[in-house]
């Protein structure tokens, strides 16, 4: 059986084991799937260990999505752009590195949600890693001008900078938001969650039949999709979907074989996440 595992900190609650082990009974694949949990100072012990013990391929979720990119030994263009691996791929020379998590949401915005991105004007609130992984993925897909604000304006500079696109990408101050107009994609790539929550954002931010998309899902996209609702935006999209999709596009990657996501979208909706 083929070993794999996601590596987080925390990561007991990471729903990548079940994904995975859906994907492998669906698909006929038979593969092992654990979650490792690492401190950010034991990342690179915990995946030596892991290859040492026959591991041919992982997720890295947070922290570790930055690290991960500088122990590999081959960068996918996608990961390259975004700085940061999401996909590991065991090679006979080291990792191979990948970033699935922003076509995994472009596909889960286009296709399950039925979204046209193209010429859509965009907001991306954060400049961490979540937004620095998903935004060429958006520019690629065809959005508009994107405007990137941010709690420290310092980061949404450089991630305006690294995204080498100043015709189309304007960093601008979070104070301001409420000066731009407003947005047919509004995303919401912040781990502000409850209790450390955003600053209170104007509900006309969101155009007539425009989206807001939480990156996250669960207890945690629940602030933002309210004032999402209140905002009357006409999709309100959190993250579960990008999730799933983004697992596919890692099992993909490892397996050969791309795995049908509707059913299991639908079994962790059903369950409550
Ligand atoms: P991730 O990989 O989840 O993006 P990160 O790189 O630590 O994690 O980035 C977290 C993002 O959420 C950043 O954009 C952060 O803003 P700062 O760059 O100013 O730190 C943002 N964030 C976190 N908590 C926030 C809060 N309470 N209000 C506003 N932004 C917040």
Redesign the pocket.
């Known amino acids: 059986v083929q070993r794999y595992a996601v590596i987080g900190h925390p990561v007991a609650h990471s729903l990548s084991p079940r994904i995975h082990a859906a994907f492998g009974r669906q698909t006929g694949i038979a593969l092992e799937y654990t979650a490792i949990d690492a401190a950010p100072e034991d990342f690179d012990a915990a995946l030596a260990e892991f290859a040492a013990e026959g591991g041919v391929g992982a997720n890295v979720t947070?922290?570790h999505?930055a690290r991960a990119s500088q122990i590999c030994t081959y960068l996918s263009d996608a990961a390259q752009r975004a700085g940061?691996v999401n996909t590991l791929i065991r090679t006979a020379t080291g990792w191979q590195g990948d970033n699935t998590d922003g076509v995994g949401l472009v596909r889960d915005l286009t296709e399950r949600h039925g979204l046209d991105l193209r010429a859509r004007r965009t907001l991306l609130?954060?400049?961490?890693?979540?937004?620095?992984?998903i935004a060429p993925s958006l520019l690629d897909a065809g959005i508009g001008d994107l405007f990137i604000v941010?709690?420290?304006p310092e980061?949404a500079d450089a991630l305006a900078d690294a995204l080498a696109l100043p015709g189309r990408v304007h960093p601008r101050y979070?104070d301001d938001v409420g000066s731009l107009g407003n947005f047919d994609l509004v995303i919401n790539?912040?781990?502000?969650t409850r209790g450390?929550?955003?600053?209170s954002l104007p509900v006309n931010l969101v155009a007539p039949r425009g989206a807001a998309v939480d990156?996250s899902y669960g207890e945690a996209a629940v602030d933002f999709l309210a004032w999402a609702r209140s905002a009357r935006a006409h999709d309100c999209i959190d993250g579960l979907g990008m999730l799933v999709e983004q697992a596919a596009e890692s099992f993909h990657r490892w397996h050969k074989v791309r795995p049908e996501t509707d059913a299991v979208y639908a079994m962790l909706r059903d369950r409550g996440a």
């Open positions: 947070l922290p999505k940061a609130i954060g400049a961490g890693g979540a937004a620095r992984g941010n709690r420290t980061r979070l790539a912040t781990s502000a450390a929550a955003l600053p990156l």
